[in-house]
């Protein structure tokens, strides 16, 4: 998808939008070195739900640390089977390259596939769901879902779970869609949802003062690991939500007693358009 085909929501984030951010007493003091200056992602555990993870792909090391496949089957019980995956392998491209920006920010993180897409990057909503229930039941602490579904009839499903998540106190960080339609779970509020902003830092991202979506990440003609070993160039939200789960996981390692809603505060105020305001820009 070119740049030119994206949804306008960089709009959010025009000078605007900037003079409505201001970061003022305690938060001004929180800065990026505070929220992840040193820290590596060691010990934090990350899935990527999506079309699998090319667990020997130059760009993830050796952090892979395994998954499952989640697979809708007529015979299985509710319909769906999961199935261990110790070496993951992806059959579409696309969770490797958002598993490539997470380890490049995150490098001693540990990386989990949950492959619930084909290689055509179709699949249910229910394995979507499954896979997102999966992650939250095994221990995972960041859960990256450059995917969505706009199926109204599964709003109440994927609001239970991100519900569970946030509880359980599982960051779920959820590329919004990549046209102007509703989709799930990216627009709850327990949720960071992420679309894509120019840009060529993969460090800067940008807060929105008028959500549903909240910030803004590298993701317009970024080159990504794909499978079979290749690299592409590529644009969309799906590559913009990895940045901001690469910076979520370094914040985890860095201040594990940091809540979900305590680390999207943190990434508020760190964004840049907060760090210029707070600095009287």
Known sequence: MAAADLPAWSEAFTAAALRQVLVAGPLGALTPEWAWGGSTGRGVRVAVVDSGVEWDHPAVGDAVRGGVVVAYDETAEDNIRIDDDPHPRDVAGHGTACAGIIHALAPEAELYSVRVLGNDMAGRALQF?????????????????????????????????????????????????????????????????????????????????????????????????????????????????????????????????????????????????????????
């Open 129 to 281: 769901a499954n896979g997102l229930d999966w992650a939250i039941q095994h221990g995972m602490q960041v859960v990256n879902l450059s995917l969505s579904t706009s199926r109204r009839d599964y709003y109440a499903l994927f609001h239970e779970l991100a519900d569970e998540a946030y509880f359980a106190n599982v960051v779920l960080v959820s590329a919004v869609n990549n046209v102007f339609e509703a989709s799930y779970p990216s627009l709850y509020s327990s949720v960071i949802s992420v679309a894509a902003h120019e840009g060529r830092d993969p460090w800067t991202y940008y807060y929105n003062p008028s959500p549903p979506v909240e910030f803004g990440a590298m993701g317009i003609d970024v080159r990504v690991a794909w499978n079979d070993k290749q690299y592409l160039t590529s644009t969309g939200n799906s590559f913009a939500a990895p940045h901001i789960a690469g910076l979520v996981t370094l914040m985890r390692s860095k201040h594990p007693e940091l809540t979900p809603f305590q680390i999207k505060t943190v990434l508020q105020a760190c964004a840049a358009n907060a760090r210029q305001e707070a600095a009287g820009g």
